[in-house]
């Protein structure tokens, strides 16, 4: 229910930059909007990733529910391994992994399998970071 209640205080539809972001405050966390970022899948695959493509950047092992961002969007808002983002009609994720320098407002999520990556394609989505007191500037 506190996921649903989440997802139904992002704000939408605004263009942004990480000196305007909207944020809300719900039960002593903050959810920062990031924009509406493109978002793909990746497999665990070394035409996708580097030669480890089992462990993320901040060695994990890859599983579903986690995800990588581009690296404007890192070092714009600050974020840190291990922060949940929540994405639009997807649910939450756990910033892992971080994408290869070319790419710009951007987010991939882990997925098992070739095929299901291909399925889900690409997509515009809002994108929101759930931050945690230890994240609250």
């Not at 959810?31 to 901040?58: C, H, M, R, W």
């Not at 986690?66 to 983002?85: H, M, N, P, Q, T």
């Not at 992994?97 to 790419?103: E, F, S, T």
């Not at 070739?114 to 609250?136: D, P």
């Amino acid at each position: 229910m506190f996921e649903k209640l989440i997802v139904a205080l992002i704000v939408t539809g605004i263009s942004v930059s990480p000196k305007t972001v909207p944020t809300v405050t719900v039960i002593g966390r903050e959810i920062q909007n990031l924009g509406k970022l493109n978002v793909t899948a990746y497999t665990a695959s070394v035409e996708e990733t580097d030669d480890t493509p089992f462990i993320t950047a901040s060695n994990q092992q890859v599983r579903v529910g986690i995800c990588a961002l581009s690296r404007d969007i890192e070092k714009d808002f600050g974020l840190k391994f291990g922060d949940e983002i929540i994405i639009e009609g997807l649910g939450k994720f756990e910033f892992q992994d971080r994408m290869n320098k070319r790419l710009k407002k951007h987010v991939d999520i882990f997925m098992s399998s070739k095929f299901e990556a291909f399925k889900f394609g690409r997509k515009k989505l809002n994108v929101s970071w759930l931050k945690y007191r230890r994240n609250l500037r």
